[in-house]
């Protein structure tokens, strides 16, 4: 595929620093892609000021209207298509998908998680794992199907656990890899270097899509 004709979707709850891991990433040449759209179900998410500055298309679209979910991520699935994205990213993305969305993007969609899956799947991992007194923890990039945080795993980062850890210090620290991971996985897949067998993820040498 030549440069920029492989597309990104970007789905955005917040802050948007992976976003802007990725947009760098992009950038400075070591992903090899074009994000096509930014959206987020919240108007005052500054991942989308983040995707403006870099004239990147951001959409704030508003769930409220919509009846549920399923017809909200029906819509969401319709931007999407709309512009030719070849992958989704979540990047902070607060809900939960629904099925049909994700069979929509079977096996083209990832997402980042601040924890070491399967340790801590869900929300407030890093507090989840100072409780627990894990003495690494980290951030893992993997594959989303049907449940929550348990697709085929892409990369991951260790992150060791301080005694004067508290979660936000112990975010900071899990944050600093999530960037560097995040836009690594981006690249092998737009190389078309993944393979998954039996949910475990192989890389390989590129292969024409
Ligand atoms: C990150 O810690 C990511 O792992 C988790 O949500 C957080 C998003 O941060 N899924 P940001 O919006 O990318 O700054």
Known sequence: MASNDFKIGVLVSGRGTNLQAIIDAIENG???????????????????????????????????????????DRAVAGELKERGVDLVCLAGYMRILDPEF?????????????????????LNVQQKAIDYGVKFSG????????????????????????????????????????????????????????????RKVSTQESVPP
């Open 30 to 72: 070591q992903v090899d892609a074009r994000i096509v759209l930014v959206l987020s179900h919240k108007q005052d998410a500054p991942a989308l000021e983040r995707a403006n500055k870099h004239g990147i298309e951001s959409l704030w679209l508003d769930p409220e209207p919509f009846a549920g979910k399923k017809e909200y």
């Open 139 to 198: 951030c893992t990039v993997h594959f989303v199907n049907e449940e929550v945080d348990a697709g085929p795993i892409i990369l991951q980062a260790v992150v060791p656990v301080h005694e004067s850890d508290n979660a936000e210090s112990l975010a900071e620290r899990i944050l600093i890899q999530e960037h560097l991971i995040y836009p690594r996985a981006l690249q092998m897949i737009v190389e078309n270097r993944l393979h998954i067998n039996n």
């Open 102 to 122: 994700i069979r929509a993007f079977q096996g083209k969609i990832i997402n980042i998680h601040p924890s070491l899956l399967p340790a801590f799947p869900g």
